[in-house]
């Protein structure tokens, strides 16, 4: 009930191109959706971040698509580039049961140049 | 941008000994969190911390496991009696509000032999 699955679990892209990642959840009450970056060596750092009464939420090269209905959402890097090349992670949070995160297990990206 | 320090980035202890973990938050920051991140998997959330005391621990933050925040600025985590499978990245997070854009440190690295 807790879980957040991610996938793939790895990506390989060209330069240019876009880079989708996906989770999935099955606790309905979720009600905050961020995504992380982490280079290695270094703490994930908040990207881009939705909650569920939104569908779309775009911030530069980086979009979430939340599809509540299906409990699913997405992140898509448009015209990524090797300098995107990380671990990214999906979480989620419930505000009304506490404040820690649920964390996916992680996609690392390469863009390759 | 304000950061979250976190100190040392990588500690050896053996077996048996306590380690304290230590981690300066963001000054405006009122929420407090440790996380941890075995290598190559997933982040697993152990504590988070308000208003002087523990407001959520997960099954991971046993007995050996303790927070504290001995002044202003420090939060820490000790393990009293490590055990091989703490070893880890140890990771602090502070925010504004409880579950939301966490600013994460760049992590200890804790290697118990």
């Known amino acids: 009930q807790q879980q957040v699955k991610q996938s793939p679990q790895s990506l390989i892209v060209q330069k240019g191109g876009i880079s989708i990642i996906n989770c999935a959840y099955e606790?309905?009450?979720?009600?905050?959706f961020p995504w992380y970056q982490q280079f290695p060596g270094k703490g994930p750092a908040l990207l881009i971040a939705i909650r569920p009464d939104v569908s779309e939420k775009k911030e530069g090269r980086f979009t979430i698509s939340f599809n509540k209905s299906a409990k699913q959402f997405s992140l898509h890097i448009m015209d990524s580039q090797p300098g995107d090349s990380a671990t990214y992670f999906c979480a989620a949070n419930d505000h009304n049961y506490g404040q820690n995160f649920v964390f996916g297990p992680g996609t690392r990206l390469s863009v390759l140049p | 941008e304000p950061e979250v320090t976190q100190t040392p980035s990588h500690q050896v202890t053996q077996m048996g000994q306590e380690v304290i973990l230590r981690c300066v938050p963001i000054s405006n920051h009122l929420y407090f969190y440790w996380y941890r991140q075995i290598l190559g998997q997933k982040v697993e959330f152990l504590v988070s911390f308000y208003n002087n005391e523990i407001s959520e621990k997960s099954e991971i933050f046993d007995d050996q496991f303790s927070v504290e925040r001995p002044d202003g600025s420090n939060f820490t985590l000790k393990i009293r009696s490590t055990k091989l499978e703490d070893s880890a990245m140890y990771f602090c997070?502070?925010?504004?509000?409880?579950?939301?854009?966490?600013?994460f440190g760049s992590g200890t690295r804790l290697t118990v032999v």
């Open positions: 606790n309905t009450a979720f009600d905050y």
């Open positions: 997070a502070s925010s504004v509000a409880g579950g939301e854009r966490y600013t």
